[in-house]
């Protein structure tokens, strides 16, 4: 089988601090995403190739559809509840109340509308960062939190099968993805595993996302590429790098979810990184993978 030829261009030119949770929103044709310092929540119509902003009172880490209309977003140490039109954000709930340098970071909604969100403690620099200070949470459709385990050090992509049956994760300086058994019905997991232990060039592995194949893409921070791979076997399958070093996140969207788009970071980087990456913190889009993704689930509350 020869594998079909990707396409890589940069859609978005403004060059975020740093770019991450995209999300394709069907009905409006556009990608949200968030830049985190930035406290930006940011919409990008693919159509008008027009960029809307909401900005935030902390740093937003994720954002994601809700059925009932507009976002959810975790903002700080909150769950929020984001009014587009009117820009106002609602605070859903709050976790580590006790960690005052803590903040939320990666963000997904499950196949039954809970809102999975880990934090970490706030970097100094990339990956620099007090270790073990997160945990792993979930916001359920009435409102009340589970806290799934703490010791994480940089709570980062998430995933679930097709089946809905494992749940993947990333805590990103274990330099593994890993899996859980899933329990749809409860929101519970179980019996963690790693799936696969990231190479040296591959450097950070950061946001992920599933295919209808059920194999994973993972956004590798520093690496420059995103990674598919088989979860089954433990192989990686194909590599598709950037012409930017800090990939973050990715997800599919476009037509059929047929275009992958990838985020990316300009904060840490030296003047020199950014002569010679003049897209970092760009947003990219890739055609021509030969794989389509799902769509995202709304939060259910
Ligand atoms: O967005 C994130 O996931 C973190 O907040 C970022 O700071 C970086 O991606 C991280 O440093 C890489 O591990
Ligand atoms: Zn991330």
Redesign the pocket.
């Known amino acids: 089988m020869t594998m079909s030829s990707a396409k890589i261009e940069c859609v978005l030119r403004e060059n975020w601090r740093?770019g991450?949770s995209p999300v394709w929103e069907e009905a409006s044709n556009s990608l949200l995403f968030v830049d985190?310092p930035a406290k930006t929540v940011c919409r990008w119509d693919s159509l008008s190739k027009q960029v809307q902003q909401v900005t935030v009172d902390a740093p937003v880490?994720s954002v994601a559809l809700r059925q009932s209309g507009g976002y959810v977003a975790t903002v700080g140490t909150k769950f929020c509840a984001l009014n587009w039109e009117d820009q106002s954000a609602v605070v859903l709930a709050t976790v580590d109340k006790d960690k005052k340098n803590n903040r939320f970071?990666?963000g997904k909604v499950d196949p039954a509308g809970r809102y999975f969100a880990g934090t970490?403690a706030e970097?100094t620099a990339?990956?620099v960062l007090e270790r073990r200070q997160g945990s792993l949470y979930s916001l359920f459709p009435d409102h009340h939190v589970e806290k799934y385990f703490d010791q994480v050090d940089?709570s980062?992509g998430l995933d679930w099968s097709l089946d809905h049956k494992i749940f993947y994760y990333i805590d990103?300086l274990s330099y593994s993805v890993d899996a859980f058994d899933y329990d749809l019905q409860t929101g519970k997991i179980s019996n963690r595993r790693s799936v696969y232990k990231l190479e040296k060039e591959e450097q950070?592995p950061?946001?992920m996302c599933i295919d209808v194949e059920g194999k994973l893409w993972v956004a590798c921070?520093n690496g420059g590429r995103v990674i598919r791979l088989d979860p089954e076997t433990g192989k990686r399958l194909r590599t598709v790098k950037l012409p930017v070093v800090k990939t973050?996140s990715c997800c599919f969207g476009g037509k059929d979810y047929s275009e992958m788009y990838v985020t990316s970071?300009r904060d840490g980087m030296d003047p020199e990184g950014l002569l010679q990456q003049p897209e970092a913190g760009g947003i990219f889009k890739i055609t021509g993978l030969g794989v389509k993704g799902i769509p995202p689930y709304p939060y259910a509350g």
């Open positions: 740093c991450e985190i880490s970071n990666d970490m970097e990339p990956a940089i980062n990103s950070i950061d946001g921070y973050t970071a």
